[in-house]
């Protein structure tokens, strides 16, 4: 109902201590009772809460203020204040949290079931602590301390093993479909994948999560097409999957356009380990330019597939798998 949301901003807030409390002892037979303030009750946290079963950020625009339960005031008697409830704040797995005003990373949540980010103000103490010898009825309690807020920047970044990019209709959702269980949509017009899709590969004992990212065209670094609104969904691949339509008339450029394209929106993403997928090797004339792409890019590693018919599938599949494999070692070392 919402779509897909992977970036917001919410204003946040902990809650204030409660005051402590100024009181002397009023029972009969006792004249002169000491003091007997109780102190105020700790605010609430502000606490990010990992949920697995979330996976965008839509509800975090349907409300954009969370605040935590200010402590209560203590009482007489020695009552203390009661401490006020944390605010809970769900996301999905993979969400950083930023400074609104820096874009500066505050806390990447990636491997963390709970964080708390703001902490409730202290309660004041009550009269009761501050008698002695020489100030025995004193008047005066602790203020609670106020709590923190601040304004942040939520941003989801799909976790996956392997990122697809491409050029709108180069066979992405189709490799997704074949590969996992996903059922991303296929058909005969540009950009059908409007939001990034995920699936689970099962190869060789190990899992391996694919993420099919929406098309990519020529000028996206300048705003064309649907420009750059997906690609922060690969930075954290292992690898990346350059997918290449062999029956359009680019196919010779297309990797060059590709990397360009995301070299200017992060040249970091053109260090990762990725492989060349020539795509619908089925049409006339496709194995000739198969041929001429892996003599353009002999260091490279290309692949011709058919989704459909299942060529090459298990070569891709393989490849994949060897690419998690070494940026885990690598990761490890």
Same mark, same amino acid.
Request: glycine residues 14%; aromatic residues 8%; proline residues 4%.
């Given at each position: 109902?919402?779509?897909?949301?992977?970036?917001?901003?919410?204003?946040?807030?902990?809650?204030?201590?409660?005051?402590?409390?100024?009181?002397?002892?009023? #029972?009969?037979?006792?004249?002169?009772?000491?003091?007997?303030?109780?102190?105020?009750?700790?605010?609430?946290?502000?606490?990010?809460?990992?949920?697995?079963?979330?996976?965008?950020? +839509?509800?975090?625009?349907?409300?954009?203020?969370?605040?935590?339960?200010?402590?209560?005031?203590?009482?007489?008697?020695?009552?203390?204040?009661?401490?006020?409830?944390? =605010?809970?704040?769900? %996301?999905?797995?993979?969400?950083?949290?930023?400074?609104?005003?820096?874009?500066?990373?505050?806390?990447?949540?990636?491997?963390?079931?709970?964080? *708390?980010?703001?902490?409730?103000?202290?309660?004041?103490?009550?009269?009761?602590?501050?008698?002695?010898?020489?100030?025995?009825?004193?008047?005066?309690?602790?203020?609670?301390? #106020?709590?923190?807020?601040?304004?942040?920047? *939520?941003?989801?970044?799909?976790?996956?093993?392997?990122?697809?990019?491409?050029?709108?209709? +180069?066979?992405?959702?189709?490799?997704?479909?074949?590969?996992?269980?996903?059922?991303?949509?296929?058909?005969?017009?540009?950009?059908?994948?409007?939001?990034?899709?995920?699936?689970?590969?099962?190869?060789?004992?190990?899992?391996? %999560?694919?993420?099919? =990212?929406?098309?990519?065209?020529?000028?996206?670094?300048?705003?064309?097409?649907?420009?750059?609104?997906?690609?922060?969904?690969?930075?954290?691949?292992?690898?990346?999957?350059?997918?290449? /339509?062999?029956?359009?008339?680019?196919?010779?450029?297309?990797?060059?356009?590709?990397? +360009?394209?995301?070299?200017?929106?992060?040249?970091?993403?053109?260090?990762?380990?990725?492989?060349?997928?020539?795509?619908?090797?089925?049409?006339?004339?496709?194995?000739?330019?198969?041929?001429?792409?892996?003599?353009?890019?002999? /260091?490279?590693?290309?692949?011709?597939?058919?989704?459909?018919?299942?060529?090459?599938?298990?070569?891709?599949?393989?490849?994949?798998?060897?690419?998690?494999?070494?940026?885990?070692?690598?990761?490890?070392?």
């Amino acid at each position: 109902m919402f779509g897909f949301a992977d970036e917001t901003y919410i204003d946040v807030a902990s809650g204030n201590g409660g005051n402590g409390c100024v009181s002397f002892r009023r #029972e009969k037979f006792v004249p002169r009772g000491g003091p007997d303030g109780g102190d105020g009750g700790r605010g609430g946290d502000v606490v990010f809460v990992v949920r697995h079963n979330l996976r965008t950020l +839509a509800h975090l625009k349907l409300v954009r203020s969370y605040r935590g339960e200010s402590g209560r005031n203590g009482e007489g008697a020695r009552r203390f204040g009661r401490d006020g409830a944390d =605010i809970e704040i769900p %996301v999905p797995p993979g969400t950083v949290i930023k400074n609104a005003e820096t874009g500066e990373v505050i806390q990447d949540l990636t491997g963390l079931e709970r964080w *708390v980010f703001l902490k409730g103000g202290k309660g004041g103490k009550g009269n009761w602590h501050f008698r002695s010898s020489t100030n025995q009825t004193p008047r005066h309690a602790q203020s609670g301390q #106020e709590g923190e807020s601040m304004r942040v920047g *939520v941003e989801l970044l799909v976790i996956a093993d392997i990122g697809f990019v491409g050029f709108p209709n +180069a066979g992405k959702s189709s490799l997704l479909n074949m590969l996992t269980n996903a059922r991303a949509k296929v058909a005969g017009y540009p950009f059908t994948t409007r939001i990034p899709q995920l699936g689970m590969m099962r190869y060789d004992d190990a899992d391996v %999560v694919l993420a099919d =990212i929406p098309g990519i065209i020529e000028g996206a670094s300048e705003g064309a097409g649907m420009g750059f609104k997906f690609l922060r969904h690969i930075a954290r691949t292992s690898g990346i999957a350059y997918l290449i /339509d062999l029956s359009d008339d680019r196919y010779l450029d297309a990797y060059d356009i590709l990397s +360009a394209e995301l070299g200017a929106y992060e040249s970091e993403l053109l260090e990762k380990e990725h492989v060349i997928l020539g795509t619908k090797i089925d049409e006339p004339g496709t194995g000739e330019r198969l041929v001429e792409l892996k003599a353009k890019y002999p /260091d490279k590693k290309v692949i011709g597939i058919c989704a459909f018919l299942g060529e090459g599938i298990d070569e891709v599949r393989q490849a994949f798998l060897e690419m998690v494999r070494r940026h885990e070692a690598a990761t490890a070392e």
